[in-house]
């Protein structure tokens, strides 16, 4: 540490004091402040680019004038709601700020500074925070290379071979975010079979509503099966209400008991719990999103194709994209072009950009652009 340092920098815990912070996507007034232009396009943050549900919006309308109030901590109705619609018992649910918000518990909850988590390259950002402010060790697993599974993707192998005596978290997120592959029914069930009992395996499936693959689990229902299985899913994407944060867990009732132990006890707020409730009940608009996703999916890979780019393949609403250059230069070109994407740099893939699958306008405003810039 140099002498200019603050003195009370080292007071910080020392897991804290290493952590780099999250960057997250620009936002488009901040572009359009510094390059003073107008019509910027974001697709840097996996957000749906059609919104919510109508039914969220007036739903969450209609509960601002009581806004004074606190939420109901328990989150009562939107629990139960929540554990209607995956056949679950409301004791299993654990609501966050965020589905973010909930890794964060699980952390704070199964770590110390004695302990050790698994994750894999490449793997979702979140992870690597949550565990480090505890102070416990990562263990990084290497992603394939190609020539076994699909590069970038998952090496569940691998990430056996990390677990230890002192692991207590496994995080695989299904589908990874930046990436977009993901792990087949088979493949995961055989790993959270194959762990030992000390350890609690977290499935992030923030993207779960996008994925179409027959072969894609939904883990919510290996529950009864496996009490060491956390699933973690949000409204953040394809429902539209990134903006609100709310998420939430399905485990164990016991390992919801935990969870809710250490959880803030407003931690989702009223106007979210509203909006997400009603977003339930809007089955069609889910649908809708979901399906004009994949046409723009579509649309962005022909356009890559074009332009003679390769790309990982993808089941979420992004993709990324090999710029065949270092793609830090690629996206500062873009910004100015007005088209804000994601550099992938701090998940050790410096030639990528990850771009969400906009509307229509928006998809094709990206390839012009990045025909320009490239
Ligand atoms: C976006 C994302 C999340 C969730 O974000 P929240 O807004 O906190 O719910 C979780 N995991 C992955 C892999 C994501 O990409």
Same mark, same amino acid.
């Given at each position: 540490m140099s002498p200019s340092d603050n003195p009370f920098l080292e007071l910080a815990a020392p897991g804290v004091r290493a952590l780099q912070p999250y960057q997250p996507g620009k936002p488009v007034e901040e572009l359009?402040?510094?390059?003073g232009?107008?019509?910027?396009?974001? *697709?840097?943050?996996?957000?749906?680019?059609? +919104? &919510?549900?109508?039914?969220? /919006?007036?739903? !969450? @309308?209609?509960?601002? =004038? %009581?806004?004074?109030?606190?939420?109901e901590g328990s989150g009562h109705r939107?629990?139960?709601?929540?554990?209607?619609?995956?056949?679950?018992?409301?004791?299993?649910?654990?609501?966050?700020?965020?589905s973010n918000d909930v890794l964060d518990l699980v952390a704070r909850v199964f770590l110390t500074p004695a302990h050790e988590a698994v994750y894999?390259?490449?793997?979702f950002a979140v992870y690597p925070i949550s565990v480090q402010a505890t102070g416990a060790r990562a263990q990084v697993a290497p992603a394939h290379?190609?020539?076994?599974?699909?590069?970038?993707?998952?090496? *569940?192998?691998?990430?056996?071979?990390?677990? +230890? &005596?002192?692991?207590?978290? /496994?995080?695989? !997120? @299904?589908?990874?975010? =930046? %990436?977009?592959?993901w792990l087949t029914t088979d493949a995961l069930e055989?790993?959270?079979?194959?762990?030992?009992?000390?350890?609690?395996?977290?499935?992030?499936?923030?993207?779960?509503?996008?994925?179409?693959?027959?072969?894609?689990?939904?883990?919510?229902?290996?529950?009864?099966?496996?009490?060491?299985?956390?699933?973690?899913?949000?409204?953040?994407?394809?429902?539209?209400?990134?903006?609100?944060?709310?998420?939430?867990?399905?485990?164990?009732?016991?390992?919801?008991?935990?969870?809710?132990?250490?959880?803030?006890?407003?931690?989702?707020?009223?106007?979210?719990?509203?909006?997400?409730?009603?977003?339930?009940?809007?089955?069609?608009?889910?649908?809708?999103s979901v399906s004009r996703n994949r046409a723009g999916l579509r649309q962005l890979l022909d356009g890559f194709s074009a332009l003679d780019l390769t790309w990982i393949d993808s089941v979420g609403n992004f993709v990324a994209v090999d710029t065949g250059r270092t793609a830090a230069e690629v996206y500062a070109a873009l910004l100015r072009e007005g088209v804000i994407v994601r550099p992938v740099a701090n998940y050790a893939m410096p030639n990528h950009l990850r771009i969400t699958v906009g509307s229509n306008e928006e998809n094709a405003r990206c390839l012009v652009a990045l025909g320009k810039v490239l």
């Open positions: 359009e402040r510094e390059f232009i107008r019509d910027a396009i974001k *697709l840097a943050s996996n957000e749906n680019p059609f +919104g &919510p549900s109508p039914l969220a /919006v007036a739903a !969450a @309308n209609a509960v601002i =004038p %009581t806004m004074t109030r606190y939420p939107l629990v139960a709601r929540l554990a209607r619609r995956h056949g679950v018992a409301p004791e299993c649910i654990t609501l966050g700020n965020g894999s390259q490449h793997a290379d190609g020539s076994r599974g699909p590069a970038y993707g998952h090496n *569940l192998e691998a990430m056996h071979d990390r677990v +230890g &005596p002192d692991t207590r978290v /496994v995080f695989i !997120a @299904n589908p990874n975010n =930046p %990436t977009g592959g055989n790993f959270i079979a194959a762990l030992p009992a000390h350890v609690m395996v977290v499935v992030d499936e923030a993207y779960f509503e996008y994925v179409g693959e027959p072969a894609y689990p939904d883990t919510t229902q290996w529950l009864g099966r496996f009490p060491n299985l956390i699933v973690t899913r949000t409204f953040s994407k394809a429902y539209g209400l990134a903006g609100l944060r709310v998420g939430y867990a399905l485990s164990h009732p016991d390992v919801a008991g935990l969870l809710n132990r250490v959880r803030q006890p407003f931690n989702v707020n009223l106007v979210a719990q509203a909006a997400a409730l009603a977003a339930l009940d809007d089955d069609a608009y889910l649908a809708s």
